[in-house]
């Protein structure tokens, strides 16, 4: 099942289709493991693999956690809010301090893009992206494509409309590099205001206007408005936001019958999505979470089960 090459998972954009591929794959083998009674497996015995979240997070740390222990691997987790960051010590040295202590990988979210690959030059252990500022969040793209692909049996042509903060959002971007090189075809849709200046260089098409993302489409992944990384207005009120970019039950009869409705959460509810979209029939948010723990268990065990063989990357 292994015979994988990266040490280190960063981005989407740095693996090509066969490599998503061998992740989905992975990932559908593992899934069942958490429908056991007795959930886990002697994959990862005797590896430990240190957590250090310097962002809030509820699904990707705790999803994270599961899926080590899962794996038989042990957990170390480490706050921003509790360590020796909050006495001036820098990322490098909390990382090389602890990989001092013979840990087999290093999981980190950060607020600024480019700390895991930098983390990933100074240590000689894996290292795996949780979201690195408003760059990439290569998990929860793989997470989402795992859950179209699971309810749609095929990424190849689909219409996939990512609605929303583009701007603030690694989750835009890890989706589309990664639904992108599997054939979807990926429209952005938002304010011009909320839309990055170097959109066009990404294989997606830009719309403004929320009817023409939703007309047709096969997946709609709304993205949460990221006020807490918004130092300027972007847009006048959530009130008025939420009118022309929100998704309710009217505005989504412009969508395939049977479109999927995504997030990758935490949702604000009633502004990006409506309640009853959020809790209807076509929302697959809470599957999204489930597959979160089978997805990153792949990861996991691709990266640290042969790491004395993979080689450094991306
Ligand atoms: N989707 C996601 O990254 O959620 P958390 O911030 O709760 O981890």
């Excluded at 490599?19 to 069942?32: D, Q, Y």
């Excluded at 929860?140 to 190849?156: A, P, S």
């Excluded at 403004?208 to 006020?227: F, M, P, S, Y």
């Excluded at 409506?274 to 599957?287: A, C, M, T």
């Amino acid at each position: 099942m292994s015979d994988w090459k990266k040490r280190d998972l960063l981005t989407l954009e740095s693996l090509d289709k066969d490599e998503i591929n061998h992740i989905l794959r992975t990932a559908e083998s593992f899934k069942e493991i958490s429908t056991r009674s007795i959930k886990k497996v002697p994959a990862l015995r005797g590896k430990t693999i240190a957590s250090l979240f310097f962002e809030a997070s509820t699904r990707t740390r705790t999803s994270f956690e599961l899926a080590a222990k899962r794996l038989s691997a042990d957990v170390v987790s480490i706050h921003s809010s509790s360590s020796s960051v909050l006495k001036g010590e820098s990322l490098i040295d909390t990382a090389r301090n602890i990989e001092a202590m013979r840990v087999d990988g290093i999981i980190i979210r950060h607020s600024s893009a480019g700390a895991p690959r930098l983390l990933s030059a100074k240590v000689s252990v894996p290292v795996i992206n949780a979201g690195d500022g408003a760059h990439e969040h290569p998990t929860q793209g793989l997470l989402d494509i795992f859950t179209i692909k699971q309810k749609k049996k095929k990424i190849e042509g689909l219409k996939v409309s990512i609605v929303g903060d583009i701007l603030h959002s690694r989750v835009a971007r890890s989706n589309i590099w990664g639904l992108s090189k599997l054939g979807a075809k990926v429209c952005v849709c938002g304010p011009a205001t909320l839309l990055p200046p170097c959109i066009e260089k990404f294989p997606v098409r830009v719309v403004t206007n929320l009817k023409e993302a939703l007309a047709g489409a096969d997946v709609v992944i709304a993205l949460r408005i990221q006020l807490e990384r918004q130092k300027e207005r972007f847009f006048p009120t959530l009130r008025e936001y939420s009118r022309e970019y929100g998704i309710d039950k009217e505005n989504i009869k412009l969508a395939k019958r049977d479109v999927l409705i995504m997030h990758p959460g935490p949702v604000n509810r009633g502004i990006e999505l409506s309640q009853d979209v959020i809790d209807g029939p076509r929302s697959v948010i809470l599957e999204q979470v489930t597959n979160g723990v089978a997805v990153r268990m792949a990861v996991l065990y691709l990266l640290l089960q042969k790491e004395e063989t993979n080689e450094s990357i991306s």
